[in-house]
């Protein structure tokens, strides 16, 4: 059952890959192509993507035209116009600016050489995409309500002004605003001070002579027990020795392909500029894989209780553990040790590693304590 989990956490991926996270979890759902248009710089009339000319004043539609989404469109079902929709960007000649589909060699329009003209742009988010709707506007001549999709009124042929709603804006990839970009500068600037000035104080050095005043130290040992142990994971990572009592289904994690539990959550579809007066309509979806998270027990040593010495001399103890009869064992033990030494009127704290190093700070006894600039003790030392 486990075969779509074998493989590196998605994380690890998204590095090797170099792509965001996001973009590895998300798959693109490929949903079909639409016409797009295009607006005439001369005569402001809106032309179907594949056009080249304009229909209004018979001009050719300029390299810097951009297409635009229509306000509805329907997917293409033509497959000669899907095969050209397919084909790439298409090319503007050299010579005399004419668009001509990707793949010709000699333009159409001049027969000028294409080996050095220019791709148009593709990949560009032109609008979020909206299926005919069967709504309608009135045409402005002579009043016959015509379909969004449409561009000419069907009943007089006049050019139909561009719908409410339509969006030639990009959805995606808006410019960041400069104001974070300003207040991401001053904290940049702010916490590099901080950083100098704490780098500053933390190297500062200062000498100064203390008493010790007061010791303390714990030490503890840990009691544990065999017995039944209640846990909880996922299906799979559970040992060999365990007993499941219970499992359901539990959501794991977003992967880019569908798998045997998981539900899919796609965003809302938008169109891509192809570069040829076709758009992509694409959809980006994610898998919620759910699995069997489970509740099982297994028999293993835990802590059932903590043992504890402490004083305040110099003569350290380990406490007794008092195990009972059988099931019980000692685990980790632990020591720590606290010296006070009072210097200047102010008490400064300090922690021996060993019971070797604290068994030197008797009560009373003279010490040179090196103090950097955050208060912290970096050395102690026998006075001179
Ligand atoms: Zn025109
Ligand atoms: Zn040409
Ligand atoms: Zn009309």
């Known amino acids: 059952m486990d075969f779509w989990r074998n493989r590196p956490p998605a994380a690890i991926l998204a590095l090797d890959s170099g792509l965001e996270e996001t973009d590895w979890i998300m798959a693109k759902k490929r949903l079909g192509y639409v016409k797009l248009i295009w607006t005439c710089p001369r005569c402001a009339t809106r032309n179907p993507g594949p056009n080249k000319f304009c229909n209004g004043c018979g001009a050719p539609q300029p390299e810097d035209v951009p297409f635009e989404q229509p306000a509805e469109a329907e997917l293409i079902k033509d497959s000669g116009e899907l095969a050209r929709a397919k084909a790439g960007p298409d090319i503007h000649c050299p010579y005399c600016g004419g668009r001509n589909p990707a793949g010709v060699k000699f333009c159409g ?145 977003d992967q880019p392909e569908p798998a045997p539990v998981a539900t899919e959550v796609c965003g809302t579809p938008y169109t891509v500029d192809e570069g040829s007066g076709f758009g992509e309509v694409v959809q980006d979806c994610t898998y919620r894989v759910y699995e069997q998270m489970c509740r099982y027990t297994v028999e293993e040593w835990t802590v059932i209780d903590t043992r504890r010495a402490t004083g305040d001399d110099l003569n350290p103890e380990w406490p007794e553990a008092r195990l009972a009869a059988n099931g019980e064992r000692t685990g980790a033990e632990h020591e720590s040790y606290t010296v006070t030494l009072r210097s200047d009127g102010a008490a400064l704290s300090f922690a021996p590693s060993t019971a070797a190093e604290f068994a030197a700070f008797a009560r009373g006894s003279q010490w040179t304590v090196t103090v950097n600039g955050l208060g912290a003790i970096v050395a102690v030392e026998p006075a001179r």
């Open 109 to 253: 329009a001049c027969g000028g050489d294409l080996a050095q003209g220019k791709a148009r742009q593709k990949g560009r988010v032109v609008g979020a995409y909206r299926a005919p709707s069967g709504a309608t506007r009135p045409c402005p001549a002579c009043g016959t309500p015509n379909p969004l999709t449409s561009l000419k009124c069907s009943n007089c042929g006049s050019a139909l002004p561009a719908a409410e709603g339509a969006s030639p804006a990009a959805p995606a990839g808006a410019p960041p605003a400069k104001t974070p970009l300003l207040i991401g500068g001053v904290a940049a600037v702010l916490c590099l001070v901080a950083v100098v000035v704490l780098g500053f104080l933390f190297f500062q050095r200062d000498e100064r002579s203390g008493i010790v005043e007061s010791v303390a130290w714990e030490r503890t040992i840990e009691i544990e027990r065999f017995g039944p142990v209640e846990h909880q994971d996922w299906q799979d990572e559970i040992p060999s020795n365990a007993s499941v009592s219970s499992c359901e289904l539990e959501y794991f994690e």
